[in-house]
């Protein structure tokens, strides 16, 4: 047995979704990973993919479960390169450590989920996790440059690469992100870049009607501003919204006082709130989008946010104990957490039932991102497959005819 | 079925006149922008409605013919090249506008609409479409589609895939599959990221949800002339490395400088190299980041700087940019467009090189070119009528792409593989790398009779469908079980 196939034996703790693993492995260079996968391919062994760990439980629990390849030991930066803006890295370099070292440079990755410290390159992507600043900057799809995969059989292929500007080829990257491991493990990432913004600050405003959120939005637009983040955080149907503007002073000054002009406008008050204000915001809004038993991920269209909120949203914070809302008016998407509460399963798979009835005419989704696991057996967490699933399910045979990577875990049971 | 019959059925599908057979009218479509490759088609066929290709696809699909999508032939790589015995399918009758949401900035089109149209639909309401080729005046969505097109403007904004939410598409099959929506992240693969790029080997694009934008507040502009592409380069380096995020850094060299002159009758100054900047967005940033461009460039080297005086002379400006591939005609018969892509602080060294590849070659080599992301234009310049000159320029034309490979970027930054690129692909990716691509393309089209001979350099056969399950007669019988 060669070093890279030694492996731990899985406990409780490194369960996915339920499932504990027969073994766990942490190869420490990708030649080791790729080497798992190759020699674990006859036997056909089922292999889910892991990073931080952060989201483990999401997805339904997989069919069948043989080993957790940790990519933890794979937390090398592979080439930074200041002057184009553009870094690789191993899937296993946390957010926070990568963000560390950019910042040396004046510059970060404009991704900016919660919990940067556990959240790992390759869960990222894997996840397609995101945060306020895809109010300005595009989710991963948009950041990502390149990709490196270990695909089923242990075979090594790329896409992509390390210039911003490439055609050349299929888009590998933008397949993998939110596949959630299920076509292949991603061993390096390459990734543009932004500089860090000569300062910022952000505006609030308080107890909001869900139609004043989109009127100050509507207003903010009206006036061509341009915020790196916005964020309405709300508990019983009264939003907090949070606005961020980035760049040179100048322009910073200028957008905030146009923003307090846009909210009188509304009519409502606002302020800016003081760097600390400004961290305990970002510390209430990661809780909100971590806390609770339970999280559903919601996407509608923008301008509906008065529509989801009056319609759709109370029958889900119906079924949660202490509910409370991140949503990112100006993207259509939020996330609603809280602790499932006395309503028995079957009431809550009925209500996210009704949501993702409400929410499917403008292809709208509902995704149950985080759940007690016994709900696994009355709810599928992905909805209804998307209309392209055929053609999903084709891919995923492709990629993994064995059907090892993560099975039954993603949309649709693939 | 013989070609009699297949006329006749298309024709029933699209109508005679949409189903061009006579050799005469099938000229027109045997090349696109790439003119020295050129292969007649079958027949080319011009569908109105997503019903129609569906028919048309099923119908080739059944009879294993090739289609070959194409929208208005503007592309520089061959991609709307016909295959030998392909139909063509044109689809610039499909240009409707279908739906038009300001309020959550989308637009759904056909695939036939103009880049340009799509953003003069929305202009008066102070919205536009970011994408913009240089042919934009001309190109159409689904060509964009099919090319990830980008645009001077792409280094804030992106490029094609990064403003399409969702799209309608017809695989070869003939079924209709619907990718993505106006909503964001719909759970499962990223397919519309996926078709995005795919140059026609995927399936028929057939309606396009876009993303749309404000109209920034405010945009400066400056043109910049410098000694030599050396002063210029660093200039370009200092101004990202300021964190400034500009709309659009395009720089031009002696040559370039020279047609574009030629054929707008600019006043610009014979100098060695330009650059032609935009900042926009809210305009007390936009005053602040171009002043402090400004002055960047000058400490580079700058010889002079000039600012529009009004927008008619900004129009001008970018004429005399947007034009210069044609420009180039002025001062040579003939020349070749590449589309390599290199990281930028590589610029001023790659150039030199390029330059000492062209001396050797006793041929000339303009550059005009998307600096802020490192993607060269580099026009070499010959002439068709000179014995072997024109293979002398089609081998430094390939050296030039392995050049930008070597600089760790890439055979192509807006214009695609297409035929004209496809030997290349090697260069860049592993068997490995284009085996994983290959899957990709088999989970599309099993048959490879979506453009083939594009893209990948040597066909890929997808065998059997693996991981599906045949069934024991026994089992259907309801004897024995999978358990």
């Known amino acids: 047995m060669t070093g890279a196939l030694s492996a731990r034996e899985g406990t409780a703790a490194d369960a996915v979704a339920g499932v504990v693993p027969r073994v766990v492995h942490t190869p420490s260079t990708r030649t080791e990973c790729a080497e798992i996968f190759r020699a674990t391919s006859a036997q056909g062994v089922a292999i889910a993919p892991m990073g931080g760990a952060t989201e483990r439980d999401l997805g339904a629990p997989p069919r069948r479960l043989d080993a957790v390849v940790s990519s933890l030991g794979l937390n090398r930066i592979l080439e930074y390169a200041p002057p184009d803006q553009v870094v690789q890295v191993e899937a296993g370099v946390t957010l926070a450590a990568l963000q560390d070292a950019l910042a040396k440079e004046g510059q970060r990755l404009a991704i900016d989920p919660p919990d940067a410290a556990r959240t790992t390159i390759g869960g990222l992507l894997a996840t397609n996790a995101f945060g306020p600043l895809r109010t300005r900057y595009g989710s991963l799809r948009d950041?990502?440059?390149?990709?490196?995969?270990?695909?089923?059989?242990?075979?090594?292929?790329?896409?992509?690469?390390?210039?911003?500007?490439?055609?050349?080829?299929?888009?590998?990257?933008?397949?993998?992100?939110?596949?959630?491991?299920?076509?292949?493990?991603?061993?390096?990432?390459?990734?543009?870049?932004?500089?860090?913004?000569?300062?910022?600050?952000?505006?609030?405003?308080?107890?909001?009607?869900?139609?004043?959120?989109?009127?100050?939005?509507?207003?903010?637009?009206?006036?061509?501003?341009?915020?790196?983040?916005?964020?309405?955080?709300?508990?019983?149907?009264?939003?907090?919204l949070f606005v961020r503007f980035e760049g040179f002073a100048a322009g910073v000054r200028q957008q905030r006082d146009r923003f307090a002009e846009a909210a009188g406008e509304v009519p409502c008050a606002a302020d800016e709130l003081s760097a600390d204000d400004a961290r305990l915001h970002r510390v209430r809004h990661d809780a909100s989008r971590t806390s609770g038993s339970t999280c559903f991920k919601i996407s509608a269209l923008p301008a509906a946010f008065a529509w989801l909120a009056a319609e759709v949203l109370p029958p889900l914070e119906g079924v949660l104990e202490g509910a409370s809302g991140v949503f990112y008016p100006t993207l259509g998407l939020g996330f609603l957490t809280g602790d499932a509460g006395d309503a028995g399963d079957a009431a809550i798979t009925a209500t996210i039932a009704r949501a993702r009835a409400a929410l499917a005419p403008s292809r709208g989704s509902l995704v149950v991102q985080r759940c007690p696991l016994a709900m696994h057996a009355t709810l599928d967490v992905w909805g209804p497959p998307p209309p392209a699933f055929p053609l999903m399910k084709r891919l995923k045979e492709r990629f993994d005819p064995g059907g090892r990577l993560n099975p039954g875990r993603f949309v649709g049971g693939l | 079925m013989n070609p009699r019959e297949?006329?006749?059925?298309?024709?029933?599908?699209?109508?005679?006149?949409?189903?061009?057979?006579?050799?005469?009218?099938?000229?027109?479509?045997?090349?696109?922008?790439?003119?020295?490759?050129?292969?007649?088609?079958?027949?080319?066929?011009?569908?109105?409605s997503e019903d129609e290709v569906a028919a048309v696809m099923r119908l080739a699909g059944e009879h294993g013919i090739p289609v070959v999508p194409r929208g208005a032939g503007t592309g520089l790589s061959g991609g709307a090249l016909p295959?030998?015995?392909?139909?063509?399918?044109?689809?610039?009758?499909?240009?409707?506008?279908?739906?038009?949401?300001?309020?959550?900035?989308?637009?759904?089109?056909?695939?036939?609409?103009?880049?340009?149209?799509?953003?003069?639909?929305?202009?008066?309401?102070?919205?536009?479409?970011?994408?913009?080729?240089?042919?934009?005046?001309?190109?159409?969505?689904?060509?964009?589609?099919?090319?990830?097109?980008?645009?001077?403007?792409?280094?804030?904004?992106?490029?094609?895939?990064?403003?399409?939410?969702?799209?309608?598409?017809?695989l070869a099959t003939g079924d209709v599959v619907e990718l993505g929506g106006p909503s964001l992240d719909l759970p499962g693969y990223d397919l519309t990221g996926v078709v995005v790029g795919s140059e026609g080997?995927?399936?028929?694009?057939?309606?396009?949800?876009?993303?749309?934008?404000?109209?920034?507040?405010?945009?400066?502009?400056?043109?910049?002339?410098?000694?030599?592409?050396?002063?210029?380069?660093?200039?370009?380096?200092?101004?990202?490395?300021?964190?400034?995020?500009?709309?659009?850094?395009?720089?031009?060299?002696?040559?370039?400088?020279?047609?574009?002159?030629?054929?707008?009758?600019?006043?610009?100054?014979?100098?060695?190299?330009?650059?032609?900047?935009?900042?926009?967005?809210?305009?007390?940033?936009?005053?602040?980041?171009?002043?402090?461009?400004?002055?960047?460039?000058?400490?580079?080297?700058?010889?002079?700087?000039?600012?529009?005086?009004?927008?008619?002379?900004?129009?001008?400006?970018?004429?005399?940019?947007?034009?210069?591939?044609?420009?180039?005609?002025?001062?040579?018969?003939?020349?070749?467009?590449?589309?390599?892509?290199?990281?930028?602080s590589e610029i001023a060294k790659v150039l030199r090189e390029i330059a000492a590849l062209a001396a050797k070659a006793g041929l000339r080599v303009a550059n005009v070119f998307h600096a802020g992301d490192g993607n060269l234009h580099p026009?070499?310049?010959?002439?068709?009528?000179?014995?072997?000159?024109?293979?002398?320029?089609?081998?430094?034309?390939?050296?030039?792409?392995?050049?930008?490979?070597?600089?760790?970027?890439?055979?192509?930054?807006?214009?695609?593989?297409?035929?004209?690129?496809?030997?290349?692909?090697?260069?860049?990716?592993?068997?490995?790398?284009?085996?994983?691509?290959?899957?990709?393309?088999?989970?599309?089209?099993?048959?490879?009779?979506?453009?083939?001979?594009?893209?990948f350099p040597t066909p890929r056969l997808c065998g059997d469908r693996p991981g599906v399950y045949h069934p024991h007669p026994t089992e259907l019988a309801g004897v024995a079980g999978r358990g």
Not at chain 2, 85 to 102: Q, W
Request: charged fraction near 20%; glycine fraction near 10%.
């Open chain 1, 143 to 240: 950041v990502l440059i390149g990709i490196s995969i270990v695909r089923a059989d242990g075979s090594v292929a790329r896409g992509g690469g390390k210039v911003v500007k490439n055609v050349a080829g299929f888009d590998l990257p933008k397949l993998m992100v939110g596949a959630l491991g299920t076509l292949g493990m991603i061993e390096a990432a390459t990734f543009r870049l932004h500089p860090v913004p000569e300062t910022q600050t952000t505006m609030r405003a308080r107890g909001l009607t869900a139609a004043q959120v989109r009127a100050i939005v509507a207003e903010m637009r009206e006036r061509r501003l341009e915020p790196a983040a916005v964020v309405a955080l709300g508990e019983g149907g009264a939003w907090d």
């Open chain 2, 6 to 48: 297949l006329t006749s059925e298309i024709s029933a599908i699209v109508g005679a006149k949409n189903c061009i057979v006579e050799a005469s009218e099938l000229g027109t479509y045997e090349c696109d922008g790439l003119t020295s490759f050129r292969v007649a088609p079958q027949m080319v066929v011009l569908p109105k």
């Open chain 2, 83 to 170: 295959a030998p015995g392909c139909i063509l399918l044109g689809t610039s009758r499909m240009k409707r506008i279908l739906d038009v949401d300001l309020e959550n900035a989308t637009m759904r089109v056909e695939p036939g609409v103009i880049n340009l149209d799509v953003s003069r639909a929305v202009t008066a309401a102070g919205f536009y479409y970011a994408p913009d080729p240089s042919s934009q005046s001309v190109c159409t969505i689904g060509g964009n589609v099919a090319e990830n097109s980008g645009g001077a403007h792409c280094l804030k904004y992106g490029f094609t895939a990064n403003h399409v939410l969702g799209l309608r598409i017809v």
């Open chain 2, 201 to 344: 080997t995927l399936g028929v694009v057939t309606e396009v949800t876009l993303r749309l934008l404000r109209t920034p507040e405010a945009t400066r502009t400056f043109f910049a002339t410098f000694p030599s592409t050396d002063e210029a380069g660093d200039a370009v380096s200092a101004i990202i490395a300021s964190g400034i995020v500009p709309a659009a850094i395009e720089m031009m060299d002696r040559l370039a400088i020279v047609a574009a002159k030629a054929a707008t009758g600019l006043d610009w100054p014979d100098v060695g190299a330009a650059l032609l900047m935009d900042v926009d967005g809210p305009i007390a940033e936009v005053e602040h980041t171009s002043e402090s461009a400004v002055a960047l460039v000058r400490k580079a080297g700058a010889l002079a700087v000039r600012r529009p005086a009004d927008d008619a002379e900004r129009a001008l400006m970018w004429k005399g940019r947007k034009s210069a591939f044609a420009a180039v005609g002025r001062i040579s018969p003939s020349y070749i467009v590449q589309d390599g892509v290199i990281p930028r």
């Open chain 2, 379 to 455: 026009l070499v310049l010959y002439d068709a009528r000179a014995p072997g000159e024109e293979e002398r320029a089609e081998a430094l034309g390939g050296e030039i792409l392995k050049l930008c490979v070597r600089y760790g970027g890439s055979i192509t930054g807006e214009h695609g593989v297409g035929k004209d690129k496809a030997q290349y692909m090697g260069e860049m990716f592993s068997e490995s790398d284009l085996d994983a691509m290959g899957k990709l393309r088999c989970a599309f089209d099993e048959g490879n009779l979506m453009n083939p001979g594009k893209v």
